[in-house]
C-alpha cells in the first residue's frame, strides 16, 4: 500500500482535524505554533550520495509465530476448527471439539471411532441419529462446528467445502452454513446417498455461497433418518484468499503493507516445544492436508491442523517478496536435548528440508513439493539452528553437526547461531547471531545505542525477537511504539552489523491472547494494528536505502532521528528524515540540510505524525485507528527547515526530490 493508501475513509476524516493545528506547527516561523515548545534541538544531515552507506536489503522483516492463533484460526483460512478430529488425541474416545451435537442424548449420540481413510489420522467422528422422521425434532440432529470463535461467512463470497463420510445406511443429511445459534441458513445443501454409494469413505465437495453475512457463523451436518454415519477432514475454505494460496486476505493485506523483506517461520518456543514430540515437524506438514495429523502445540498450549505447514510459510515468503528464515528444531526443546552422538537424523531431516524448498523437480523432496504445484525451487537462504537454546545441553555439539552438513551441501546458506556474539566472541562458525529483547520502554529506548560498541566485523546481527512488553506495553500502546522507533532508528544506524530486525509476536487472535502486546490483533471478522504495527510502517523504505549521516544536538535527551535516501517504486529518488520525540516535552526543530543534489519538490512532499492525547492510548475493535499515523503537506519543505515536533510522537518527514508525480495526492 502506498502512503497516499495508509489514509482511509476514517484517518482522512482525522486529517482533516489534525491538518489545522498541523500546518500552523509545520511552518517557516515556528514561533506561532500553538504546541509549546520548551525543548529545541537542530538535526543535521548530510544527503550528499559519497557520504551515505547503504543499508541491508533486508534490515526490516517479520516474524511470523503459530502462538495466539496466529496461524490455525488466524492467517490460514481454514474455518472448521478441528477438522480431522485428531485434538483430542489419536487415542478414543477422544475430546472432539469444539464440534458439538444438535439435538439430545435421546436424539442423537456422538462420538470418535479409530476408522479413517487416512493413516496418520485415525480418528474420525460417529454421529448416530436415534431418530426417524417426524419422530426427530423438525431442525433434524446432528454436529455443527463454529470454527475459531465464529465462522466469518459473507454474503455472496464462495466458500469450498471438503468432507469424507461413510454409513452403513442411506443417507439423507443435510449440509448448512448458518449463522450462530443456527437459527438462520445462510446457504444449505443435500447429501443423498444410498448405502452402497457411502459404505465406503467417499469424498465430498462443493461450493457454498451465503444468501446473507455472520461473523459468529456455523457449519452444520443434520439429519432426520435414523442410522450411523461417520465424517472426516471436514474443510471449508474461502475461495478469496490472498493470492490464492489460502491466506486470509485482510490479515495479509496487512502484512505486505509492512513491505517485510524477510519471514522468520514458524516460530520461536513453537520450534522448540515443550517437549520434543510435541514441536513442529516439517515432514508432517507437507503433502494433502488431509493426510498431515496436525500436532498439538505444547508451548502455547493449542492444537493445529498443520494447514499452515512448511510448503504454506514457503509459498508465503515468495509471495510477500520476502526471503524466508526457516527456524528448525536442533534436538533441544524447553524440556529435552538429544545428545548430539544421536543427532544425525535431526541433521538428516533438516537436509531433506532444504532438498524440499531448493531441490529439482525430480529430487526425492523436490519432487514432493512439485507435487503440491510448486515445481519451481524456492529460494531459501537462512536458517535458524534452534531457538532461544544457547547454553542448553548439547546446543553447541549439534549446531556444529547442523552447520558443518548444511555448509557442505548448501555452502551458500546463511547460519544463524542462537548464541550472542554481541561483546564477546562465539566459540562456533556462524553467519549472522540471533538478539532478542523484550524489555521496559526507557531500557528499548536507551537500547537504541547497543550495536554502537558491536564488533564490526565477524557474524551480523540478527535482531529476530524485539518489544516492549508488560506495564509500559499493555496490549500495545504508544509509550511502546515510540521506544521500539527509537530502537529501529539505532538499527539503522548500527546497519553494519545489524542485518535483520523484526518485531514480536506479530498476531494475536483476540479470543486466544497468550502474548501481550502483539502488532496485529484480530478475530473471525476484524483486524486493526497496535501502534507498534503502525511503527513499523515507518521504516519499510529502509531495507536497501542510504543511510544518510544525521545528527541531532539538543538541551533533550529524548529524541532519535536518522535520514535515508531511496528510490521509489517509479525510480524517484525521495528522502525521508525520521524524529522520534520520546519525551513529553514539544521540541523546536531546525532540519538543516546539505548535499542535496535534487530540488526539494514541496507539492510532493508530506509530513506523518503517529502520537495521541495520552501515550498509554491503546487501539481497539470499538476504537482501532486511536492511534494511527497521520500525513500533512509538508507546506515549506526546504533544507533549512523549522517544525514543532510534538511530545511523544513519531515524525517523518517525507521529500520527493525532484520535480515529479511522486507522493501523496491527497
Ligand atoms: O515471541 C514470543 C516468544 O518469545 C517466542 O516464542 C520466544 O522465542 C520468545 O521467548
Redesign the pocket.
Known sequence: MSWQGIMDFKKRAQFVLVHALFVVCITANYGVCELKANKSATLSVDASSQSGRKIPDTLFGIFF?E?NHAGAGGIWAELVSNRGFEAGGQNTPSDFSPWTIIGDETTVSVGTDRTSPFKRNPVALRVQSNCDADACPSTGVGVYNPGYWGMNLENGKGYKLIFHIKSLDSVDISVSLTNSDGSQTLATNNIVASASDVSDWTKVQFEFVPTGSATGGRLQFITRRKGVFWLDQVSLMPMDTYMGHGFRKDLLSMVADLKPRFLRFP????VEGERLWNAFRWTAAVGPWEERPGHFGD?WNYWSDDGLGYFEFLQLAEDLGAAPVWVINNGVSHQDSVNTANIASWVKDALDSIEFARGSADSTWGSVRASMGHPEPFTLKYMAIG??DCGKNYYTGNYLKFYSAIKNAYPDMNIITNCNALGTTLDHPADYYDF?T?TTASSMFSQKNVFNSAKRSGPKAFVS?YAVWQSDAGKGSLLASLAEAAFLIGLETNSDVVEMASY??LFVNDNDRR?NPDAIVFNSSHVYGTPSYWMQQYFRESGGAILNPATIQSDSSSLAASAITWKSPDNLECLKIKIVNFGSDAVNLTISMSGLTNSIDTPNSFTTVLTSSNVMDENSFSNPTKVVPVQTPLTNANSQMHAVIQPHSITSFDMALAQTSYAADM
Open positions: 509465530e502462538i516460530g520461536g518456543c513453537y508451548v531457538n532461544e532478542h523484550y525477537e514480536a509476536p502474548w
